[in-house]
């Protein structure tokens, strides 16, 4: 990769890491449901209307943008609303490399390597490790919410691998289309109508700059870039990239937010990142199997 695509690369996992920090700050006052819907409505509009729908069927968009909206970004905001620091979110999602493996073995019949496994290993003993040195970072219902997150991250790809897409961008942008009501409609069945004039009363400038960070960098610009990385540089050169998205997410939660980590938890993120390393790590590079990863890492990263 070089040095310009590299730099590039790198501020993107920069954004996604600095992002989770931006969630908290946008769900301080207002429901997290509904920034979510805000975050989303602001991405599609007035982007659908410069990109074609791709050749899908609407079912998979449909199902896309409610997994994608509420069940990955909806659970995950509310994660961090729910107690989890905004660093220690980011890490556990991270968990979703695991529950995609899993599935991939059990549902799909994809082989796995002795690396993996390894990986796998490394990655669970130190995710026991992260919640049991806890120093308060990390809640009950935190965690349950961040599991649904990483669970319905493994469902997206499902459905974006059923939907035999061609267009990931464009199936991103469109399938937000359908994120933003399902959010809203939970939100009130929850807790009521009031909570969206709550929301009104409450919104302030913090708000709106954190939504418009996560509509824009994050999902637009982001997934831009990483889709133009994934097309031009191979598996191995850009996977190990999406471990740098909790580094960053650690350290913008420390400068923001003044969020710690016990000693126990440092040593367990750092070999948490080296099991997910091993399991993201390509054991064969053929053109199929490349063709493949450009079309489905991005819902890995």
């Known amino acids: 990769m070089n040095r310009k695509d590299l730099l590039l690369a790198i501020s993107v996992m920069a954004i996604w890491g600095f992002n989770f920090s931006m969630i908290k700050m946008g769900v301080t006052h207002v ?34 943008g409610v997994v994608f909206g509420v069940g990955v970004w909806g659970m995950a905001s509310w994660s961090i609303s729910a ?18 493996m899993t599935v991939g073995v059990l549902l799909f019949k994809e082989q796995t390597s002795i690396s993996k ?4 290993a490394t990655a669970l003993t130190a995710l026991v490790i992260l919640v049991s040195a806890t120093t308060g970072n990390i809640t ?15 469902l997206m790809g499902v459905i974006v691998k059923k939907s035999n897409t061609r267009e990931a961008f464009a199936f991103n942008v469109w399938g937000m289309l359908f994120a933003p009501v399902p959010l809203v409609v939970l939100a009130t069945s929850l807790h009521g109508e009031q909570v969206i004039w709550q929301a009104f009363e409450l919104w302030d400038w913090n708000t709106t700059l954190a939504v418009v960070f996560q509509a824009y960098p994050t999902t637009l610009f982001g997934y831009w870039v990483w889709n133009i990385m994934l097309i031009k540089y191979p598996l191995s050169t850009t996977a190990p990239l999406s471990l740098l998205v909790p580094v960053f997410a650690l350290i913008s939660g420390y400068l923001m937010y003044d969020e ?10 750092g070999l948490f990142l080296v099991g997910i390393g ?3 790590q390509p054991t064969q590079t053929s053109a199929k199997g490349l063709r493949r990863y450009r079309l489905f890492a991005w819902i890995k990263a």
Do not use: E
Request: include cysteine; hydrophobic fraction near 60%; charge should be positive.
């Open 31 to 64: 429901h997290p449901l509904l920034v979510t819907a805000a975050r989303f409505t602001l991405a599609v509009f007035p982007a659908i209307f410069l990109i074609a729908k791709p050749n899908v069927a609407w079912r998979y968009l449909v199902s896309y």
């Open 83 to 100: 107690g989890l620091s905004s660093g220690m979110a980011s890490v556990l999602l991270s968990g979703k490399v695991l529950i995609g």
């Open 117 to 120: 496994l390894i990986g796998a």
């Open 140 to 154: 009950v219902n935190g965690i349950v919410l961040i599991v649904i997150a990483a669970c319905s991250w493994t």
């Open 260 to 269: 710690s980590l016990s000693v126990g938890q440092i040593i367990a993120s």
């Open 278 to 280: 091993l399991i993201v």
